[in-house]
């Protein structure tokens, strides 16, 4: 709560301007009081909501643009008093391996990050693949050919195993186009296949565990813990330079590493 003052109504009201009707709601003054509102108002309690918008409010003349303001405002407060959903959403299967890769800016530092999900909890955290002047799909496809490896590891392992990529050209790359690329000799109309390699090694791979696992596409930053930390995790494989792709060493701290 807010105790009305002089120093909040000077905020609310410039000096030789009226004040506006919205505000006059906002401090319970009729429109016939309107000349005494700083007699009526002064020692008054408002909510810090009000007091907020009334300060919001300063010399907007044009009744359409207040109402604007007031409800944008009450939007961000109904906004701000929902529950956030980055840690709800949990994973399913036996092993669930979240991937994602970053770019800033595209073209530029580059890398790659894995999060994976044994039982519903988080186990491991992984990254790397750093390139000086790499790209958003270069990083995507690296990171889902390390999920395809430690997929394979997991199925000798007896393990089912969901892989959940971001990259909708990554997947497409070695679930769909790729096909297409084979037969014609590793060509396509129209000019070069970028990032041909990288392909070529996860198509090989994919190839070999299809059968056994899932590759399905997720929604980036929707909620879901594990492609939140694989993307965090793209991050700190930037900022280490790590060209290796290798398990994250430090105390696993979901909140602390989300936060970054």
């Not at 990259?167 to 497409?172: Q, R, T």
């Amino acid at each position: 709560m807010q105790i009305v003052s002089q120093a909040l109504l000077n905020l609310g009201v410039n000096e030789n301007k009226d004040i506006n009707e919205s505000q006059l709601v906002l401090l319970g003054v009729e429109q016939s009081d309107k000349s005494q509102y700083k007699d009526l108002s002064l020692g008054k309690e408002l909510s810090d909501a009000r007091a907020e918008l009334f300060v919001l409010l300063n010399g907007l003349d044009d009744k359409e643009i207040q109402e604007k303001v007031i409800f944008n405002y009450k939007a961000l407060q109904k906004f701000r008093q929902e529950p956030k959903e980055v840690v709800s959403k949990r994973p399913s299967g036996d092993v669930t391996i979240y991937c994602d890769g970053g770019c800033t800016p595209n073209p530029g530092k580059a890398g790659s990050g894995v999060a994976v999900y044994r039982n519903n909890e988080l186990s491991e955290l992984w990254y790397g693949l750093y390139e000086r002047m790499g790209t958003n799909n270069t990083a995507e496809l690296g990171a889902l050919y390390q999920s395809l490896l430690l997929a394979q590891k997991e199925l000798t392992n007896g393990n089912k195993v969901d892989i959940k990529c971001d990259s909708m050209y990554s997947i497409n790359c070695i679930k769909v186009w790729a096909i297409s690329w084979e037969k014609k000799g590793w060509t396509k109309k129209g000019g070069e296949i970028k990032n041909l390699d990288i392909i070529k090694l996860a198509y090989t791979l994919y190839n070999r565990i299809k059968k056994e696992i899932s590759l399905s596409h997720i929604k980036a930053h929707a909620g879901f813990e594990g492609n939140e930390l694989a993307d965090r995790m793209t991050m700190f494989a930037v900022e280490e330079k790590s060209e290796d792709f290798v398990q994250y060493t430090k105390t696993i701290d979901i909140e602390d590493i989300l936060s970054k």
